[in-house]
């Protein structure tokens, strides 16, 4: 196997890294499924968008977790487990990996008011820091601003951003800046629109000459 693998010490409650582990995984996309008879938590799964995967357990104040991603060669066929590293898929990679460090290093975090409630007194909301997708929203944005300036004159290129814009814009709704995020998936969609137009007449034109 080719895995990205973390084992950290982190000492923390268990409901605290279940809940960041839940956050970061429901903000990123990811779903739980069975993939090749084990249960996995997987997140994209198309051309566009590299199927990415992950598993975790922790116990005794240790986070295990694995990280891998696949290629789609056609529906339903992947290519062999790649690790985060590699020219092949390097931005998404890089990102995913990026990703899963700034997680550890908020597990890290501090977790004031922690621990039982003394006997007779109600345990009190326990303030942490989240995971935040806001880069995703900036990245949703400008692809979407980009395909839309290009959707036309060069309709398959903004076809391939307008749909990148979609992706990273989906998973920058549930950041703080979800506004930037939603912009730029109006302007993706409207490239797209675009884009498929100009792919058509241009179609039509080379057919019907």
């Not at 199927?51 to 062999?80: C, D, M, T």
């Not at 690790?83 to 390097?90: H, K, N, Q, R, T």
């Amino acid at each position: 196997m080719a895995r990205f693998v973390i084992h950290e010490v982190l000492n923390q409650p268990d409901d605290f890294v279940s809940y960041m582990m839940n956050d970061f995984l429901t903000k990123h996309g990811f779903s739980y499924v069975e993939f090749k008879g084990q249960m996995v938590f997987r997140a994209g799964g198309g051309w566009f968008e590299m199927p990415k995967f992950l598993v975790w357990n922790y116990q005794n104040g240790v986070l295990h977790l694995e990280a891998w991603a696949r290629y789609l060669i056609l529906p339903g066929v992947y290519s062999k487990e790649k690790d985060l590293e590699g020219f092949y898929g390097i931005v998404v990679k890089q990102a995913y990996k990026n990703d899963i460090i700034q997680l550890v290093q908020l597990l890290h975090q501090p977790v004031a008011g922690a621990g039982q409630a003394a006997a007779g007194q109600v345990q009190q909301p326990v303030m942490v820091q989240g995971v935040d997708t806001v880069r995703y929203a900036n990245f949703g944005l400008g692809f979407g601003i980009f395909a839309l300036a290009i959707s036309w004159f060069m309709g398959w290129f903004g076809l391939f951003f307008g749909i990148m814009a979609i992706i990273y814009a989906n998973k920058g709704r549930t950041s703080a800046k979800r506004g930037r995020a939603t912009a730029g998936l109006v302007c993706a969609i409207i490239a797209v629109v675009i884009s498929c137009l100009w792919i058509f007449l241009v179609a039509a034109n080379i057919f019907l000459r």
